[in-house]
């Protein structure tokens, strides 16, 4: 795919993943406690993610933002890890670095305090993919990091994607695009057994930008096709929105120019739907090159 879909594969954050992430950290109930405000902002978070996951960052970043005020009240090491997690993926995703980095960092120094090595692992591993994302690391860096982190993330299924998912991401900087693609279907495997569609479908997404970069477009195309059909499935729009305009971007390419028209089309029509002007009217600007 073009330039812009490489930058928007790697930005996309991981946002249903981190609904999940330090459960196991959280502490055990007793039948005498009282956690109406922390499972308030559990709900809250869970809302967050699904908004940014569809690209309402603004939103998402109001309720993240709401939801760390909760978890400073209620002393929760785990609401407070992975709130500042989400709320690094959203202010990368719109430009701002230097807070997302510093919501990794904080969410690092907690869970360095709660002694879980896998939590502080996983950290570390977003810290990296960020790094990556931003131009702040080279992806032989990311990759050693990775790869030397995860060896403590084994209890979780979803800390182990994250790991194969970001190691992929590294390999497609290096070119490595065999290996990356690799790294990238053992997450999906991952997600497609636990289920975790939205999850998947940004794997296929991403496999997609792996192969046209290999120069294998009907490979890609067939991998945009099964996001899509993923996202129908979950009623994500942002998601087929992005799949469809990455498959203009392929036809286009190719020199299909009546697919890339279809294509373009569908995502520009529901970008609209979405109240995405913005998106939308950068659709304008690749049928007008």
Known sequence: MGADMKIRVAVLPLFV????????????????DIDILRSQTESELEIANKEAGRGNYEN??????????????TDDSSLLIRISLS???????????????????AAAAEAQKTGNKELVSVCKVFQARGRLVSGRAT?????????????????SALY?????????????EMRSFKEAE??????????????????????W??????????????????????????????ENSWGLAASWRALGDVYRKNGNAKEAADAYSRAKAIFTAMGNEHEAAEIDKRTAE
């Open 160 to 172: 182990i994607a994250l790991s194969w998912q970001v190691k992929g991401l590294a390999l497609r």
């Open 205 to 234: 997404y991403l496999i997609a930008s792996i192969l046209s970069l290999s120069g294998d477009s009907k490979g890609a195309i067939a991998a945009l096709e099964s996001a899509i059909a993923i996202d129908r499935r979950i």
């Open 87 to 105: 709320l690094g993926n959203v202010l990368l995703t719109i430009g701002s670095q230097d807070e997302a980095f510093a919501e990794w960092e």
């Open 139 to 155: 992806a032989q860096s990311v990759l050693d990091e990775v790869k030397r982190e995860e060896g403590n993330i084994k209890t």
């Open 182 to 203: 690799d790294a990238v279907r053992r997450s999906l495997a991952i997600h497609e057994k636990e289920k975790y569609l939205e999850n998947a479908s940004y794997d």
């Open 17 to 32: 993943l981190i609904i999940c992430v330090s459960c196991s950290s959280a502490s055990k109930k007793g039948a005498g």
């Open 60 to 73: 998402a970043l109001r309720i993240l933002r709401e939801c760390k005020r909760k978890a400073v009240l």
